[in-house]
């Protein structure tokens, strides 16, 4: 029998998710989904000053409106005493060490090997302290803080996107657990939580492997095999630069402040830099269906704003007529069917339905207009009742009079009814303005 799938998506609250962030969050919940499993939410606020609840609450709902289901959401900030446990254990097997080096003396430590081009590994001096050394420290008031003792050996493991991963912890410091104030730092609380959560895959950023070499050591320590590791490429925006925080305009937040369609989002993001053709998809359950990890690029995924809103207009015109009725009538707007249908393919944004429902029924203001074509256009303009031979039989009497086409023709007619350069066909919107409104129009009333 096969396991059951539980994968984890663990931000810490320091800032708005964008979208790189919710790349993560996407590959993790899609492979739960794949494999009827569960997705965990963990949130990574054991660093007390920079986490905040107004983050944690906002990654939540980002997720939600993503339409990620989360099964279970944790704090690490709660489970400190689940921590302190496994801590404990650790220090009696001896995987745990004492240092009490200052903040100054690791930096001079560390200079020193660089400026003899050597890695800067710390050099365990911590490790062979005496207890009467270490009573000596504290008595000059220093406070321990604890390290992890690698074994130096080179950890293998299958990863779910790069294949074989090798990671050599001889190259690597022995991490730091518990800082000297007592507070737990990221690598032992996150591979006690996917210890007791019963996560099977982890699968983050490619910044996290040298971690995820790291936690190996501490899985086996604890007397448990790793979860199944994945590190995907991350995302840069178009100049290349790496996603950060406090590019506000990218996280998932300012996007949907500007109003975009979640589905396009999770499309986006889920194809770049895949074997995926990016394009618009109706449900994350359609993704998680063709998604395969294993045939993710290994070049960094490009993210462009340029394809997003591209992706968002076809998102909208796949949207039924139901889902859009809902939505607008939550702000207060009457769709009509018969307008969604004929502009659904000219939006970019939902927002943007308004617009065309104040062109078709409210006074629009125009200026700078070929009044004298207008008129003519306006002379022969048939009477009512019009039907979808109306605008052909309008334009051919047009030509007619005017000698004008193309461009020259449509393009001041269009400005009048419309007061826009583009959108729908001028031949079904003519039919929802109606004669009266258009005769003002064409007349500058
Ligand atoms: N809080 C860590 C991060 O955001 C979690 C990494 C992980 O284990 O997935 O980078």
């Not at 996150?190 to 007791?196: A, G, H």
Request: glycine fraction near 6%; aromatic fraction near 8%; charge should be negative.
């Amino acid at each position: 029998m096969t396991k059951n799938i539980i994968t984890r998506f663990a931000p810490s609250p320091t800032g708005l998710l964008h979208v790189g962030n919710i790349r993560t969050a996407l590959f993790n919940y899609l492979y739960a989904i794949k494999n009827n499993g569960k997705f965990i939410l963990r949130i990574d606020d054991t660093d007390s000053e920079r986490s905040t609840d107004e983050f944690a609450e906002q990654i939540v709902s980002d997720l939600k409106w993503l339409g990620i289901k989360i099964d279970k959401i944790y704090k690490q900030s709660e489970r400190i005493d689940i921590y302190r446990k496994y801590f404990n254990q650790l220090v009696e097997k001896g995987f745990l060490y004492e240092c009490f080096e200052t903040q100054e003396e690791l930096d001079y430590k560390r200079k020193r090997l660089v400026a003899r081009r050597m890695p800067p590994v710390y050099d365990r001096a911590s490790l062979n302290l005496s207890e009467e050394e270490k009573n000596h420290h504290i008595s000059e008031g220093r406070k321990p803080y604890w390290r992890f003792k690698l074994s130096g050996k080179k950890n293998i493991f299958h990863d779910l996107v790069r294949g074989e991963v090798s990671v050599d912890t001889s190259a690597q410091s022995d991490p730091v657990v518990v800082r000297e104030d007592g507070g737990f730092l990221y690598n032992l609380p996150s591979v006690i939580d996917d210890i007791e959560m019963g996560v099977t895959n982890i699968i983050r950023g490619e910044d996290h492997v040298t971690n995820s070499g790291i936690q190996i050591e501490m899985f086996t320590s604890l007397g448990k095999d790793s979860p199944v590791f994945g590190h995907h490429p991350l995302l840069v925006d178009e100049n290349g630069d790496p996603f950060s925080k406090r590019n506000a305009a990218l996280s998932v937040k300012g996007l949907k402040e500007k109003n975009f369609e979640p589905m396009a989002i999770n499309s986006l993001n889920t194809s770049i830099g895949t074997s995926i053709e990016i394009n618009s998809f109706q449900s994350l359950k359609e993704i998680s269906e063709i998604l395969d990890l294993s045939k993710l690029g290994r070049a960094p995924g490009r993210f462009s704003l340029d394809q997003l809103i591209k992706l968002n207009s076809s998102q909208l015109s796949i949207l039924s007529f139901e889902e859009i009725k809902n939505r607008l009538e939550n702000q207060n707007i009457i769709a009509s069917k018969t307008l969604w249908e004929i502009v659904k393919n000219n939006l970019n944004y939902l927002s943007e339905y308004s617009k065309w429902d104040e062109i078709i029924n409210k006074d629009i203001e125009v200026e700078n207009l070929d009044y004298e074509f207008l008129k003519t256009a306006s002379d022969v303009l048939p009477d009512e009742p019009w039907d979808n031979s109306t605008w052909n039989l309008w334009i051919d009497k047009i030509k007619v009079s005017t000698d004008r086409k193309g461009r020259d023709l449509f393009l001041p007619l269009r400005k009048a009814i419309t007061g826009l350069d583009d959108g729908p066909e001028l031949k079904e919107l003519i039919l929802l303005i109606g004669y009266d409104k258009i005769k003002k129009r064409l007349l500058g009333k």
